[in-house]
Structure formats: C-alpha cells, structure tokens
C-alpha cells in the first residue's frame, strides 16, 4: 500500500490534461509546481511559450532562476511538453503587499 501523497501528482497531471489551456490552469500548474511560499510572492502569464513570472524581490527572481529546471519539468508534466519552452522573471515590488491570493501577472 502506498501513501495517498503519492498518488496526487498522477491524479494531478490527469485531472490537469483534461482541462483547455488557460491563465487560470497555467496559474493553477505554477502553484502546484513551486508550492504555496513562492506561489504567495509571484504572479505568472504564459506569453507563447515563454512562463512570464513576476516577483516580489529579486531575491525570489534568483531562487526561482536557479530552480528553473526543476521548475519547467514539473510544469511540461502538468501543462504539457510543448506547452512551456522557458521561464523569464521580471521584479514587481508591488507583490510584496500582496494578499496571497492567486493572480496572473499584467
């Protein structure tokens, strides 16, 4: 028997492939592939294939660059392979206020 957090990233990837592409499942994925602590200081829009992330901080900026790879394989798992090519950040000090409600970057 194997614990249930096992199964969740499967179930995810499924439930998340039967869903249209949208900012709110691109919003969604991002939130499942980074966890709650970055997801709180980041706002993200999908531009072609390239993942737009706005951050609280360049300090989150570095952290979320230097996990990049871990981040797009997770991603391509959720989104699909063809669906992210790259991540790019951009500083917006303003997140730094910011609820932690789930939004998509402008």
Do not use: C, Y
């Not at 829009?45 to 360049?58: F, I, Q």
């Amino acid at each position: 028997m194997r614990p249930l957090a096992h199964g969740l990233p499967g179930a995810l990837t499924e439930l998340l492939n039967a869903v249209p592409l949208s900012d709110g499942k691109v919003t969604f994925a991002w939130g499942a592939a980074v966890g709650p602590a970055l997801e709180r200081v980041t706002a993200v829009k999908l531009e072609g294939r390239v993942l737009l992330v706005e951050t609280a901080s360049a300090q989150w900026s570095r952290e979320i660059m230097r996990s990049s790879a871990t981040i797009l394989k997770r991603l391509r798992g959720f989104l699909g392979a063809d669906v992210v090519d790259r991540i790019e950040t951009r500083t917006n000090t303003n997140l730094q206020s910011a609820t932690g409600d789930r939004r998509s970057a402008t």
